[in-house]
């Protein structure tokens, strides 16, 4: 199996490494982003957490979050999410409950 990984790409075993990580990839961010707004789809998975955590240290309130309860997700994801992200996070979360319109879909 062929490693596609950027020979450059340093992995992440310290808390040191990681503050880096975080720090270059907000820079980034507010480099690219500058005055603009960003609407992101947040799953309450890994990949999408991540980035609304840094995306929201780097451009806090233009940041807008959407999360579709459809009724598939792992148990208390959704309230994890609310939990977390509009709660303690205080991120412009629009939340949207449509599990029982989806889930009547489905039948």
């Known amino acids: 199996m062929t490693d596609l990984r950027d020979p450059n790409f340093k992995r992440i075993t310290t808390l040191e490494l990681a503050n880096e990580f975080i720090d270059d990839s907000v820079k980034q961010l507010k480099e690219r982003i500058k005055d603009d707004q960003v609407i992101l789809a947040l799953s309450g998975g890994v990949d999408s957490n991540v980035v609304a955590a840094l ?3 780097a451009i806090g309130k233009n940041l807008y ?4 309860n459809h009724g598939l997700l792992r148990k208390n994801e959704s309230q994890e999410v609310l939990e977390v992200f509009k709660n303690q996070m205080d991120l412009n979360l629009i939340y949207l409950d449509v599990e029982e319109y989806f889930l009547k879909k489905l039948e």
């Open 65 to 68: 979050c959407i999360h579709v």
């Open 55 to 57: 995306l929201n240290k």
